[in-house]
């Protein structure tokens, strides 16, 4: 079974298409990296909603790391200034745990492909939950909207395809 790990914009989409109690019907392991629920590595926590509880609730597991790969955050952050340190915590995660790399964020994405690193994102999520017919096609379109209306960006083309298929 292959482990997801998941960044703080996927949690808020899944949050927002009111997606977080289908997802852990989906044949995957989810996690997430501790510090998107801490403010130690930033001035302020990263995430609000969902909570702590509705993510645990939602089958995700907290991931830590260890001395080491601290110290390899802290050596990517100079290397990939552009993203956040809770970010290039996800990347060092997935790296770790061999795991697909759950990001909507386009820098992000870029930095786990020169890492060699899986990426997947929210609309590969709603491709999953359909495929595995947890959610049928009139649920996945307004679960999309939602997040689109929650001011989530999103490829419009990838989008406008989707909910053109989902209406057959």
């Known amino acids: 079974m292959n482990l997801l790990i998941s960044d703080t914009n996927i949690l808020i989409d899944l949050y927002n298409g009111n997606l977080l109690d289908k997802i852990k019907q989906l044949p995957y392991k989810f996690g997430i990296p501790d510090a ?20 645990l609730d939602a089958g995700f597991r907290i991931y ?45 994405r870029q930095a786990a492909q020169n890492k060699g690193i899986e990426f997947k994102g929210i609309l590969w999520i709603l491709d999953e939950l359909i495929e595995n017919s947890i959610i049928n096609k009139e649920t996945a379109t307004g679960s999309l909207q939602k997040i689109l209306d929650k001011g989530a960006y999103l490829p419009k083309v990838e989008c406008q395809k989707r909910f053109e298929n989902w209406k057959k």
């Open 36 to 55: 998107i629920l801490s403010d130690a590595f930033t001035d302020k926590i990263e995430l609000h909603e969902p909570g702590v509880e509705e993510i």
């Open 64 to 108: 830590s790391l260890e001395a080491d790969e601290l110290v390899e955050v802290y050596s990517l952050n100079e290397s990939y200034s552009h993203l956040s340190v809770i970010d290039i915590f996800g990347l060092v995660l997935a790296k770790k745990h061999k795991a697909i790399l759950l990001t909507g964020d386009k820098k992000l």
